[in-house]
């Protein structure tokens, strides 16, 4: 039995917003879409340009509009990259780092729904 990661998943408020940022700060593109049909949701899975087989499924809920709760914000997603300087450069412009950790040489930033994520270099991944 070989059992592997496939998707995880975030609920958005602005799907399309959502989709912009993931592309701008990491790079993240659409690798497939389903709507419903009756439009009460829609879900956008998310890739890297690397073929990675794990993605990240966005959820749009019509009758959700609200923000969600994200309880205390101990859950995070976590990508390992290979220029964490030029990245943290990018994250530094876009103004969307929330919580550096110098000591242990990683940092969170914050999507538009508030979700972290994680971004640890290649040397300590």
């Not at 497939?32 to 009756?38: E, F, L, M, T, V």
């Not at 009460?40 to 749009?60: I, R």
């Not at 969307?96 to 930033?109: L, P, S, V």
Request: net charge negative.
């Amino acid at each position: 039995m070989r059992i592997t990661f496939n998707h995880f998943n975030f609920n958005v408020t602005d799907l399309e917003r959502s989709i912009a940022f993931y592309r701008e700060a990491l790079g993240l593109r659409v690798a497939r879409r389903k709507d419903a049909a009756d439009g009460s949701f829609t879900l956008a899975f998310l890739e890297d340009a690397h073929g990675t087989p794990f993605s990240l499924e966005l959820t749009w809920l019509r009758d959700h509009p609200q923000a969600y709760d994200l309880g205390e914000e101990e859950f995070h997603l976590a990508f390992h990259v290979d220029d964490y300087d030029a990245l943290h450069t990018r994250h530094e412009q876009m103004g969307c780092i929330c919580f550096e950790n110098a000591a242990m040489g990683i940092y969170f930033i914050s999507d538009p729904d508030g979700y972290w994520i994680e971004i640890v270099p290649e040397s300590r991944a």
